[in-house]
């Protein structure tokens, strides 16, 4: 039977219900959460990006937000948030990965300025000390939740180099709010990994260039900390959401090679994405990206899409 719009809100908000050992301001909520903000018209312009901030750890973040054209009060529409890399004020991730087109409501969060005053994310070893940036994208989707119309089955994340990194600590510590993961060129630091010991399956998809001259692909130190190998790190993933092995490979095209990971538990599927030859770029970039070659080959930002849409939170609830 297909639903009304209004009808769809009303089945999205009664499929959650918050546990009732939940306080007014828990530290970080790992669990579906309702949508109240359906049916406000206190929404930002639609197709627009504009500078938005909330209060978190004490301290005022910013984001960018940018809605998409048909965005109605009345429809839950599915999230990605996209991390920029250290440096970076999420204008470049919004510039160079094409999300704003996707139809979803595009965030883009601003990470806090750590070592020589560059922005990063929390689980770097030039991360500002003592930021909870965990909190702080909690603290976030409960405000884009409780004044927007967000699906709380379709809330996803992607991002870029240490963004990545962040991401896949998400992965760790948000896993039953977040549905999937997507993650180019990332700076996996040891940090990355925090709380995956006992941490649910997960989807994630990644992808990363063989020349990549910030992150080595096969492994090195960064900073002073070492990274991983792609395909260790990969294969980690695999292990962590009890997949089948080995992974089937595919070539696509000339420079890039598929692995995937499939047979997982709760459907919780890894995909890497090989780029021969490609630098610390997001492949299908619209604009620059980062140092070295970026492929055309694949477009990350419709593959991640691709990815997301099959991989909603609803039938993971038990991850």
Known sequence: MRLTPLAAVAAAVAAFAVPATASASPAVRDYPVLS????????????????????????????????????????????????????GDGSDIEAFSGIDNLNAIAVYPVGAKGQDDQRAWESAPYAAPGVDDVKFVSDLLDKLQSTLCVDPNRIYATGKSNGAGFVSLLACQLPLRIAAFGTIAGAFYPGTTTGCATSPPAPIVDFHGTADPTIKYDGDVSHGVATPALMDWAQNWADHNHCAAPPTQTQIGADVIQFSWNGCVQHANVTHYRILGAGHTWPGELVDSGPGSATQTIKATQVIWDFFTTHPLTGHLSR
């Open 36 to 87: 109240t903000g359906c049916l406000s018209h206190q929404a930002p312009p639609v197709g627009a990006t504009t500078h938005e901030t909330v209060t978190s750890g004490g301290l005022e973040r910013e984001y960018l937000l940018h809605l998409p054209a048909g965005y109605q009060p009345f429809r839950p529409t599915p999230v990605v948030m996209a991390f920029h890399g250290r440096k």
